[in-house]
């Protein structure tokens, strides 16, 4: 058993449903998810467009829809259960355990404010909140005691004093708020970050914008990174980066991440484990190299087949028959059974469960009934 798997879930899903009321009728979106991830571990989340993926994250961080009724299930974050929270308790939540890395930056990035504007005010909503934090990063950046200049000796009895229970002025809570927005800055590889916190978004590169989005989810410590699509809207040579500075980034920072992806590609880069996930249910989950190599529902085949590659000869391109099921009216039984090659007499009636079958590899299909 490895150190991850030792440390236990610090999010864990159990049987999600949840509906959205149209005027078209009643979408089933998510057909009673289960889902753990490990402290520290990055886990992909995959699947075709309107799957559920996006659903499964805003009903982590409490940002569902109005139109949006959790049917069932429970998500227990770090030992505590979200969907018995108030909404103000998720907003605590949203601050300091949850943060979320969206698709396109321009469209949270507000840009008629600079981006250490938008930075601070992630500090400046909850000073109190943030104040050990800051607190503690600076006396970091001053380290240790004795060997430095006689003003930053000052300056660290000054955070003692605040450190056990002293009231900072407000220039001074701004200063060390300004200091630790830097410093994330920093950590996410953005150049001159002191000038880039004067800036406007629409300044900066779409690069220079995923990084400020990651930098504001950084700000918060959190336990847990949701990263939606986060490289989509990107170039190659651009999300190529990115997922270099994923990777510098797990080996520094204490939380576990859920990529959010369509591209395989990206999750065999830079994930521990995966889950597919179709049509609402996650239908397989196993550690990357486990899945890539023996994949066992019908779906994650056909998923894998579809990918072109340059070692092969084959020349036609392979894809799953039939289309994505209309969620206002789904199949019966296994929503993925019209497409599947190897649906049988049961598969329209019941609902696989998702049961391990190997060490660490778990399927919905009722091909590995016990």
């Excluded at 949006?68 to 949203?94: H, V, Y």
């Excluded at 239908?283 to 990357?288: I, K, T």
């Excluded at 929503?335 to 599947?340: E, L, M, N, S, V």
Aim: glycine fraction near 8%.
């Amino acid at each position: 058993m490895t150190a991850r798997e030792e440390a236990g879930p610090i999010l864990k899903i159990s049987d999600l449903r949840v509906t959205f009321h149209t005027y078209a009728g009643d979408v089933k979106a998510l057909n009673g998810v289960d889902l753990t991830v490990r402290k520290g571990e990055v886990l992909g989340l995959v699947g075709e467009s309107g799957c559920g993926k996006s659903v499964t994250s805003l009903a982590v961080a409490g940002l569902l829809p109005p139109n949006a009724e959790l049917e069932s299930g429970t998500i227990t974050l770090a030992g505590a259960d979200i969907l018995k929270m108030s909404r103000e308790e998720i907003r605590q939540k949203r601050l300091t355990d949850i943060a979320m890395v969206f698709q396109d930056p321009m469209t949270y990035l507000n840009p008629v404010l600079t981006v250490g504007s938008q930075l601070l005010e992630i500090i400046t909503q909850e000073p109190k909140l943030f104040l050990p934090a800051l607190v503690r990063h600076r006396l970091e950046e001053i380290g240790p005691e004795g060997k430095e200049a006689p003003a930053l000796a000052a300056e660290r009895e000054r955070l003692l004093s605040i450190s056990r229970g002293g009231r900072p002025g407000r220039k001074e809570v701004e200063r060390l708020a300004r200091q630790y927005v830097v410093s994330t800055l920093r950590q996410v590889r953005l150049p001159d970050p002191e000038k880039v916190l004067d800036m406007y978004p629409f300044e900066l590169s779409g690069g220079m914008r995923q990084r400020v989005m990651i930098a504001m989810a950084l700000v918060r410590r959190p336990k847990l990174l949701l990263a939606d699509e986060m490289t989509t809207a990107l170039d190659v040579t651009v999300q190529a980066q990115i997922l270099q500075l994923l990777r510098e980034l797990r080996k520094e920072i204490d939380a576990s991440i859920v990529l959010i992806t369509h591209d395989l590609a990206v999750v065999a880069e830079v994930c521990d484990r995966v889950a597919v996930m179709y049509a609402g249910n996650i239908v397989e989950l196993a550690g990357v190299e486990e899945l890539y190599s023996d994949p066992l529902h019908p779906y994650t085949k056909g998923l894998l087949a579809s990918i072109p590659r340059v070692d092969s000869a084959r020349t036609r391109q392979v894809s799953i028959g039939g289309s994505v099921p209309n969620l206002l009216f789904p199949p019966s039984g296994c929503r993925f059974h019209p497409r599947c090659p190897k649906a049988f007499g049961k598969c329209p009636q019941v609902k696989p469960p998702l049961v391990e079958v190997k060490p660490g590899h778990l399927v919905a299909c009722l091909l590995y009934e016990e």
